[in-house]
């Protein structure tokens, strides 16, 4: 392995041993701690958001984005008439407040994008509670590490060559791959319930985490910059670290919830 690599490699194994643990042991302690914690989260987002989209009113956008996503981590996405009369408001704030400015719809797009997103992981733990919200965080990890072990390994085509040039179809496969048997693992033996689903379920969540990554490449290539900030050594920002646990979630969220209603 290359040293550059080797050390980005060092870096990203380094901070995923602190940031690891500490996830394990919020959901651990449950509410209200999950709550405050993913608001934390998606404040820091919401600065990196300001930072990354260049604009002429960085503390109204991120106050905006700040107190819709207080309201959706406080009650998730499944309380409806407050959370989206909230965002609602907040959107049409920001759409009223942006004119003049040159990436007006990217401004838009981050009140939504960030506190749905986290409002859906904290509606996954509400629904589920830690063992749920466990489970789909280990798939988001499972996803990113099984791409880049087995992108950086095997290389080969590219997924999308004009959005995100390191990522190959190889890192797909090898993320969805490693995300559905850890899943199937985990049902079998710490869920104490195995599903034959486990597996198709960890795919559809890898492919929908690898959409969330090709998102934000795409908004970063926009922008002209290779990281969201560089807040975590080796991983880059906030935004670079959640993107597909964020993307991912509101559709993981609808399918958990057809299947619970519906079957």
């Given amino acids: 392995m290359e040293k550059s690599k080797l050390d980005s490699f060092v870096k990203r194994a380094a901070a995923a041993l602190v ?39 960085p503390v109204f956008y991120a106050s905006t984005f700040v107190y819709t996503a207080a309201v959706f981590t406080i009650f ?45 992981v904290v509606s996954l733990y509400e629904m589920g509670g830690f063992v749920l919200l466990l489970w789909y965080i280990l798939m988001i990890w499972s996803v990113d590490v099984g791409g880049y072990v087995v992108g ?33 693992i985990y049902t079998e033996y710490l869920m104490f319930d195995y599903t034959p689903g486990a597996a198709v379920a960890a795919a559809f969540v890898a492919l929908a985490a690898q959409a969330g990554d090709l998102v934000e490449s795409k908004i970063k290539r926009l922008m002209g910059v290779k990281d969201s900030s560089n807040l975590i050594p080796g991983h880059g920002g906030m935004f670079d670290r959640v993107d597909g646990l964020i993307f991912a979630a509101p559709f993981t969220l609808a399918v958990m919830m057809f299947f619970f209603y519906v079957f």
């Fill in 76 to 120: 998730g996405i499944l309380f409806f008439p407050l959370s989206f009369g909230v965002l609602l408001l907040s959107m049409l704030l920001v759409w009223y407040k942006s004119r003049g400015e040159k990436h007006r719809g990217l401004l838009l797009l981050g009140v939504p994008y960030i506190a749905i997103g986290f409002g859906s």
């Fill in 152 to 184: 950086t390994a095997l290389k080969g085509p590219k997924l999308a060559p004009k959005i995100s040039p390191n990522k190959t179809w190889a890192g797909l496969l090898g993320g969805m791959a490693l995300a559905a048997l850890v899943s199937v």
């Fill in 19 to 57: 940031m690891a643990p500490l996830t394990v042991f919020v959901l651990y302690l449950g509410t209200p701690f999950v709550n405050l914690f993913f608001f934390m989260c998606a404040t820091v987002l919401a600065w990196e958001w300001v930072s990354l989209v260049p604009n002429n009113k």
